[in-house]
């Protein structure tokens, strides 16, 4: 990779922490008045199922010297104004709930117009080389990039990672389309409109104002005559044919979708990130960037990136919108990259907004080699677990989901204990538009989905505000408003009497969750098995049906960590459940190592060597069976391990 192709100060910053990564260097910190030293570049963790992830949006998160630029949670399109000291100044919040990493969202410069609505969240990327200016205390670029570092260095020093949200699918608005005088942002035409294809669909570079001029089309001025805020940067990138140019892939009118879709993100352009330069005119651009311009200039922004910040990992957007291959080897560029360094475990994963057949498409685990992304956020998941704890759908929609999955991956791990680290999952997110917790959901189910998530397979991600109880934002007339993204994002320092409360109960909950997961092994590494009831001790079977109890176990070595969930509202589960035979032999005791509802006590595993096995009312055989009796009442999760 030539890596002279930006301006020096991109060279610069990848020799500077190769230099730093051979001489060993170190960096010392202020943590709470007190020196510390850390090394430099920051080593990755051993094995990200080690950590659990926190999402925090910067602009809504915090800010210690202002208070939210308009009502805290009634939803908002516009900037609130969080900050990178913000964060910074919660870290030790952030430590003592148990946070392993944090997945903030974009920081790169976007659009400059601020009174452009939904310009806030960082996804409309006009620098990708610049810091946005706005997440710094005085508004300026390079106290942006100041900030923005000692943020980073501030939670190595105290054992936090830092997963920086990234795009490659898009930039921002950065052109409008002009058709006959007229200018639309979701002009769609699918047989004119594809620039991978040729053809030169009319355009208009918007300028930092936010207005499209009519005579920036084909070409723009030279960089040392455009300001700054114009068009998109870097200037590499300032060609009408590295973008696809073929109008908004959500019109009604566009064309059908797959899991790699042609078109823009709404307002925001989509790069071309398979384009080939492989035309007799195109030699210069191939000679410069190789064949793939864009999927080179973007390797090169990130991997500066990692070299300027210290970046633990990168969170791809809209993943599912790019060419697979490419995103193949754009992991394999960052991960190559951070070996350099001494990252060993750089952490990549997409957003694969889809079901198990298409994220299958994009992650390392497709590969004979492990290449590509490392994981995918856990939708499929997402689309189960949440309903099953509000009791809304039946207990064999999240068991089948991982019946399944291990049946994928037969012929793919040694173990499918390994599963856990393909994927991040989580209850909800910012791209939602409700929080998993609603004005309406009990706090025990709301603790019984958490449980549950920190004790399957996965790496948890809980969204910000979570551990606060925080349950979207209510319209001007004070009833809930679940309509948009902008439902579930508010200003979270702006919450009304405390807003970072460490004796919230849902904190107290996710301390203790985090606790017990770092405590145990098997909730981190441990294969799976779905466990089956029995009401006697003598006829088991695995539950059906809606307001059934859940039971499964997590295996390391010869150790089971046992969970049962009961998600019904009204009625309670008085009965038992089986274990694993060989690995329970000796009939351990065991003991309630977490409740939601605070039930502690212990029981010892029991023997039946003639039990009968049922497929629903099917009988399946007999055999051995070792048992644990348990109660459960009405929403009430229990997790229990050997004494």
Not at 12 to 20: F, K, P, T, V
Not at 176 to 204: C, H, K, Q, R, W
Request: net charge negative; proline share 5%; with cysteine.
């Amino acid at each position: 990779m030539n890596t002279d192709i930006f301006h020096p100060s991109i060279k610069l910053a990848l020799n500077a922490i190769q230099s730093a990564y051979q001489s060993g260097a170190t960096k010392s910190v202020q943590v709470n008045g007190q020196a510390k030293q850390i090394p430099y570049p920051f080593p990755s963790p051993a094995d990200w199922r080690d950590t659990w992830i926190y999402l925090l949006m910067v602009d809504r998160f915090d800010n210690p010297v202002a208070a939210p630029s308009s009502i805290w949670n009634q939803r908002y399109g516009y900037r609130q104004g969080g900050t990178f000291k913000g964060i910074e100044n919660r870290l030790d919040y952030l430590l003592a709930l148990g946070v392993g990493a944090i997945w903030i969202t974009p920081v790169q410069k976007n659009s400059r117009p601020s009174g452009w609505e939904f310009n806030y969240h960082g996804y409309g990327i006009q620098d990708f080389l610049s810091i946005d200016d706005r997440f710094a205390s005085d508004g300026t670029a390079a106290t942006a990039e100041k900030e923005l570092t000692e943020l980073i260095e501030s939670a190595h020093a105290r054992g936090i990672f830092v997963i920086l949200d990234i795009v490659l699918n898009h930039s921002a608005r950065v052109f409008d389309y002009s058709v006959n005088g007229a200018l639309t942002a979701d002009f769609t035409d699918a047989g004119i409109m594809n620039s991978s294809m040729g053809g030169e669909p009319p355009i208009e570079w918007m300028n930092g104002l936010g207005f499209p001029r009519a005579d920036w089309t084909n070409t723009l001025p030279a960089p040392g005559i455009l300001s700054a805020d114009d068009a998109v940067w870097p200037s590499d990138l300032q060609r009408n044919d590295l973008y696809r140019r073929r109008g908004n892939r959500l019109s009604d009118n566009s064309p059908a979708t797959g899991r790699f879709i042609r078109g823009d993100f709404d307002t925001m352009r989509q790069l071309v990130m398979e384009y080939a330069a492989t035309a007799a005119a195109q030699q210069p651009l191939r000679a410069k960037y190789g064949k793939y311009p864009v999927l080179s200039i973007l390797i090169l922004a990130y991997w500066y990136l990692i070299a300027k910040f210290d970046i633990d990992g990168y969170r791809i957007d809209t993943v599912k919108y790019v060419d697979p291959d490419k995103v193949e080897q754009f992991g394999n560029a960052m991960r190559e990259f951070a070996l350099s360094i001494g990252k060993r475990n750089f952490f990549t994963f997409g957003e694969i907004y889809d079901n198990e057949q298409t994220i299958e498409g994009f992650i390392g685990r497709n590969s004979t080699d492990g290449f590509g992304i490392d994981a995918a956020l856990d939708f499929p998941l997402f689309f189960a677990l949440p309903n099953y704890a509000k009791n809304l759908v039946p207990v064999e929609t999240v068991r089948e989901l991982f019946l399944k999955r291990k049946a994928a991956e037969e012929t793919r791990l040694s173990s499918h204990g390994e599963a856990g680290k393909y994927f991040v999952s989580f209850l909800d997110n910012h791209d939602q538009s409700q929080r998993f917790n609603q004005a309406t959901t009990p706090s025990q189910q709301v603790a019984l989905g958490l449980a549950v998530l920190f004790c399957l397979q996965g790496i948890p991600c809980v969204y910000y505000g979570t551990e606060q109880g925080l349950q979207g934002t209510i319209n001007a007339q004070g009833q809930p408003d679940l309509n948009s993204p902008e439902s579930v994002r508010e200003a979270l320092w702006g919450k009304m009497p405390v807003a970072f409360d460490s004796g919230n109960p849902y904190f107290i909950e996710i301390q203790a969750l985090g606790k017990l997961r770092a405590k145990e092994a098997a909730l981190r590494y441990g294969r799976l098995y779905f466990r089956e009831f029995s009401g006697n001790g003598q006829d088991f079977g695995l539950s059906y049906g809606m307001g059934a109890p859940l039971a499964f176990s997590r295996i390391l070595a010869s150790r089971e960590v046992l969970v049962a969930a009961n998600p019904s509202t009204t009625t309670s589960f008085n009965g038992f459940v089986l274990a694993d035979a060989d690995t329970n032999r000796a009939l351990p005791l065991m003991k309630v190592a977490y409740s939601n509802l605070g039930t502690a006590g212990q029981s010892r595993m029991q023997f039946n060597g003639t039990a009968n096995f049922y497929d629903r009312s099917d009988l399946k055989g007999t055999g051995e069976a070792v048992y644990l009796f348990i109660m459960l009442a009405p929403m009430e999760v229990q997790v229990l391990v050997p004494v």
